[in-house]
């Protein structure tokens, strides 16, 4: 999941999803890498960020249902121009992999197996031992990520984010993709000050994104 958030100031700079967009979120990870998964999760994650800067919080209970099947439908995308620009690969298993996992999301999410089923999918797809959604595998960690923003113990910026970490293992990467999603959805002023004053760097990082 290393590559995903390439994605991320590409999708601020844009603000509204498009064919533009999702051109530039494939072609910026196949600089880095050729993994379909981390291929497709970027322009998953670019998708993602445009469609919650165009929400409120309040609508989430509304429109998670929706944002899951058109989050299906961007990665399907991706999977078909994959295939189109890489046939080579067309035979190997995995071609609707991440689309998959978002299918099972909207149909499991409310089971309480629901991340132990992400393990087991994710397993069908590599030869990693996937334990843990948070083990940092592009197919397990996206959805989880996901999974802490639609449906979040306590609504908020800091519980949504503070919740995610207690995942472990790569909380890194969990928590950029949770702190990107969740950012766009509550919207900076949501953001405890102690942890805008307190960051390192803050204000370089407040500079560029004004800048953007």
Known sequence: SLFTSLAVPLALFQGKWSKTLARQC????LL???NRYEVVGTVLTGFLVTRFLALCPEEIPLVSVNILQEAEEVCQQAEAEYLQRFPEFENEKG???MSGALKGFADKSKDPDFLQWLCEYA????????????QGFVLTLLPLALHCV????DSGFASTLTHSLSHGRETEMLGALVGTWAGALYGFDNIPATW???LVNAKEIR??????
Not at 26 to 29: D, I, L, N, R
Not at 150 to 153: I, M, N, R, V
């Open 123 to 134: 397993n069908t797809f590599t030869s990693l031992d996937i334990r843990h959604p948070s």
């Open 95 to 97: 071609s609707h992999a």
């Open 26 to 29: 494939f072609e910026a990870c």
């Open 32 to 34: 880095m890498s050729r």
């Open 207 to 212: 500079l560029r994104a004004e800048a953007l």
């Open 150 to 153: 639609l449906l979040p113990q």
């Open 196 to 198: 805008k004053s307190g």
